[in-house]
């Protein structure tokens, strides 16, 4: 079983940064795909960023949010510049133990209990 732990939420102004993270534990080694993605109240999971050979993001955060991967110590971050009141939501990390370009919350095996992001206008 592999546990996903966020952090770095919070509530910050438009045009602020804020950098997530997530710890893998209870498997040694995730060789798969990491990912995140984001609910808003009233919407659905949609995926914002992940990484497997490569990275790949949604356009409405290209250019803005980075994701990177430190795979000696399990960990996916996810840094977001000049953040936007839309981007406001609950951000979740995901894992498969799968390789390729996953973009459905159905594709994951795992997630984290999510972190709070408020950007305010």
């Known amino acids: 079983q592999v546990r996903l732990a966020e952090s770095g939420g919070g509530l910050v102004q438009a045009g602020d940064s804020l950098r997530l993270s997530c710890v893998a534990s209870?498997?040694?080694?995730?060789?798969?795909?990491m990912a995140w993605f984001r609910q808003a109240p009233g919407k659905e999971r949609a995926f914002v960023a992940g990484?497997?050979?490569?990275?790949y993001y949604v356009d409405s955060v290209k250019g803005r949010f980075t994701i990177s991967r430190d795979e000696a110590k399990n960990t996916v971050h996810l840094q977001m510049n000049r953040l936007k009141p839309e981007d406001t939501a609950v951000y979740y990390c995901?894992?498969?133990?799968?390789?390729?370009?996953?973009?459905?919350?159905?594709?994951?095996?795992?997630w984290g209990q999510g972190t709070q992001v408020t950007v305010s206008s």
């Open positions: 209870g498997q040694s080694v995730i060789t798969g795909t």
């Open positions: 990484v497997s050979r490569s990275t």
């Open positions: 995901a894992a498969t133990p799968r390789s390729g370009e996953y973009r459905f919350p159905s594709s994951y095996n795992y």
